[in-house]
DNA sequence: TCATATATTCTACAAAGTCGACTATATGAC
DNA sequence: GTCATATAGTCGACTTTGTAGAATATATGA
């Protein structure tokens, strides 16, 4: 137990909470690049969300192909509870360190 | 500009914060691991210091040799001001990221 | 001058971040 | 049917970060 996330797969974690249902790998991106002005490509979002899964982090499955104008069909993707977890206690990790430190800096 | 900080890196540059002018290699180590009970060796921490300083983002000085019972001087780090940017941006992220997702999982 | 305590560096490898190029698969037009 | 086109995802490869075992450096007091 006890994995360490990175930095960018713990955004990626975040926007399949935020996405839901629709978390798949165009939404995710474009989630992390309107909420954080991030950019990057697509196959950096891909590589991530796959080795998520295989640390059994996220789960994922292939929709029906409902598309309005053509295209692939999507693979969805969503937390397990060991990812929930997993995200919770970097998320700790985090806010311990920098509980306090508003004065030193003014973050908020 | 615009440099995406590691996981770890945000943990050392937050424990500079904290520890003032009593941060080093040692004292840094130990804030993580009584703030977030992450444990890792010390090669970790200066390995993790050293390549923020190259990267501009902490500076450091060597301190007179004051110490009570022997031993090696010690090396100060402390942010830039470009740290501190970095820092809070990378903070800014998350947050955003995390924002509103209290009720999906109970954070806090 | 040496046993010992404190602190940092070296060498190496594993894991995460990143992307260009390519593949897969739906749809509508012809 | 089959092709131009739009949407979505995969591959291969390289750079950065994370990580530690072993070695090195340097004070002190006996």
């Known amino acids: 137990m006890e994995k360490n996330l990175g930095?960018?797969?713990q955004l990626?974690?975040?926007?399949?909470?935020?996405?839901?249902?629709?978390?798949?790998?165009?939404?995710?991106?474009?989630e992390i690049l309107e909420r954080t002005g991030r950019t990057m490509s697509f196959a950096t979002i891909y590589t991530t969300l796959s080795r998520l899964e295989n640390?059994?982090?996220?789960d994922s499955f292939v929709g029906d192909p409902t598309p309005e104008r053509g295209g692939r069909a999507k693979k969805h993707f969503?937390?397990?509870?060991?990812?929930?977890?997993?995200?919770?206690?970097?998320?700790?990790?985090?806010?311990?360190?920098?509980?306090?430190?508003d004065a030193k800096w003014g973050t908020q």
């Open 12 to 30: 990626v974690m975040f926007a399949l909470l935020r996405l839901g249902d629709d978390a798949y790998g165009v939404t995710v991106h474009q």
């Open 78 to 101: 969503a937390l397990t509870s060991g990812g929930k977890q997993a995200l919770q206690q970097s998320v700790r990790a985090l806010r311990s360190m920098a509980r306090g430190l």
């Open 7 to 9: 930095e960018l797969e």
């Open 55 to 58: 640390k059994g982090l996220v």
